[in-house]
């Protein structure tokens, strides 16, 4: 990789991560015609890990770490896990039951205002003003793509501790992720890991509070989770690689841009209507990528 290809790598590998996402998001709307979002996360997530584990054998031959560094790098990863998507899935859901999608999604939107905060905060990192003023505008630009008109004011202030939750630790595991791979390039061993964390997590998480509730969603609903976790599985793997290979302050607002992507191709299979806010949230993201990628 030429020294001028490779700043735009991670920028790269982090837009495909969003359109990955993007895509994901809208498959999932169709399966949940079939089950609830609990089910679907489930399943999901259970499918992501099962490849992963398909996977692995063709990784295994290049795995050369100490068992000592194997095992710290385990364990950093299950944390993470454990908390993004196992409890940041939690937050979401109850953030969504207590104040409506539009308020939660709103507020899920400031994830990349935790993950800079942090990344200053715990590397160092130093983005310059054009990389602040772009993510700002990618920040701006999803939350009018997530508003969905009015919003029912039948809610405690303290609600939004749990939108607010699920965005920090989004946001945060960024820079934890960072982290990690900094001590160890294994991106897709990260993903592995933290995933099935991810799953016991959900698994367990069913078990204690659904016992009862929990079924199968059909095989139609079954397809789409599945088709979900596997596009949500490269997603995640790119998405490593690019935080490995480029700052947070850059990679997190642009794998944010995913709804971007999903009114896209929700547009395209007439699912969404195009009206303004739309077009000004859009245009907008575009701006703050563009931002960044020419910082």
Known sequence: MTASAAPLYPIVMALITAFLFGISSLVVQFGLRHADARTGALYSIGTTAAMYWLMLPFFLPGMTWSLSSLKEFVAWFAMIGVFTPGISLMLAFEGNRLLGPTISSTLASTAPVFAITSAILILGERPPPMVL????????GVVLLSWRGRASRDWRLWAILFPLGAAFLRGGIHTGTRYGLMGMSAPFLAALVSFNAAFLTAALRER??????????GWPGFRM????????????????????????????????????????FSMVLRVERLN????????????????????
């Open 133 to 140: 003023l772009g993510a700002a505008g990618v920040v701006m």
């Open 208 to 217: 204690v509070l659904r016992p009862q509730s929990f079924r199968f969603p």
């Open 225 to 264: 989770f599945a088709l979900t976790g596997v596009l949500n599985g490269v997603a995640l793997i790119l998405m490593n690689i690019s935080l490995m290979t480029g700052q947070v302050s850059v990679v997190s607002p642009l794998v944010s841009t995913f709804p971007l992507f999903t009114f896209f």
């Open 276 to 295: 303004w806010r739309m077009i000004v949230g859009m245009m907008v993201v575009v701006m703050g990528v563009a931002a960044i990628s020419a910082r």
